[in-house]
């Protein structure tokens, strides 16, 4: 069974920095793009950034870029999202996502459960 299991959210003053981890297990992820999605409360999620299989391709959201780091580990099966310069509007529910193909979209094959990131004034 395929899992994407998210951790490293919480609570945070604005202008902190936190690091999101996305582990996957349940099958190999060769050739799989996998992003970062977020959802805060009465909004639609929304797309945050993504990662091509070999690292070597990032995009971002205009809204997250110069202080958002999207990164993975494949030896690990791992994603990571370096959230530095926090702000109030951060605060969202953080998802990640993997999909077959060279970008992520709306409709990946496989969603995390998802981790709360709360920013604080």
């Known amino acids: 069974q395929v899992q994407l299991v998210e951790s490293g959210g919480g609570l945070v003053q604005a202008g902190g920095s936190l690091r999101l981890s996305c582990a996957a297990s349940?099958?190999?992820?060769?050739?799989?793009?996998m992003g970062w999605f977020r959802q805060a409360p009465g909004k639609e999620r929304e797309y945050v950034a993504d990662?091509?299989?070999?690292?070597?391709?990032?995009y971002y959201a205009d809204s997250v870029k110069g202080r958002f780091t999207i990164s993975r580990d494949n030896a690990k099966n791992t994603m990571y999202l370096q959230m530095s310069s926090l702000k109030l509007e951060d605060t969202a529910v953080y998802y990640c996502?993997?999909?077959?193909?060279?970008?992520?979209?709306?409709?990946?094959?496989?969603w995390g459960q998802g981790t709360q990131v709360t920013v604080s004034s």
């Open positions: 349940g099958r190999t992820f060769s050739g799989y793009v």
């Open positions: 996502a993997a999909q077959r193909g060279p970008r992520i979209t709306h409709s990946p094959d496989y």
């Open positions: 990662i091509s299989w070999g690292g070597g391709l990032t």
